[in-house]
């Protein structure tokens, strides 16, 4: 399993911006898909998940209201739009499995860094 993560970079406090994530080696369809971070020193947290078919997402209470998930038309990408940013955003961001559980590879993330 490949996942590919795009789409992070540098904005200030307030600002937007869209990540993706390409799964390769797995039908992505088949499974609810989440995003999850990491801030430096922290444990790696749950963001965001989409179920299967994309109608259903569910998102840890301080994303709520500011980013938006969804699939891409094939299912096999998995975007997570995110509006609002605030330094406590700033983390790496990772796609993965959302259920039954992550696989194992978790891939390189993209850098997200808001700046106050």
């Known amino acids: 399993v490949q996942l590919q993560a795009s789409g992070g970079g540098s904005v200030q406090a307030g600002g937007s911006l869209r990540l993706s994530c390409e799964v390769a080696g797995v039908t992505a369809r088949r499974y609810a898909m989440g995003w999850f971070r990491q801030a430096p020193g922290k444990d790696r947290d749950f963001v965001a998940a989409?179920?299967?078919?994309?109608?259903?997402?569910y998102y840890t209470d301080s994303v709520k209201g500011r980013f938006t998930l969804s699939r891409g038309n094939a299912k096999n990408t998995v975007t997570l739009q995110m509006n609002n940013l605030k330094p406590e955003d700033t983390a790496v961001y990772y796609c993965?499995?959302?259920?039954?559980?992550?696989?194992?590879?978790w891939g390189q993330g993209t850098q997200v860094t808001v700046s106050s």
């Open positions: 993965n499995r959302w259920r039954p559980s992550p696989f194992q590879s």
């Open positions: 989409i179920n299967y078919n994309g109608n259903g997402a």
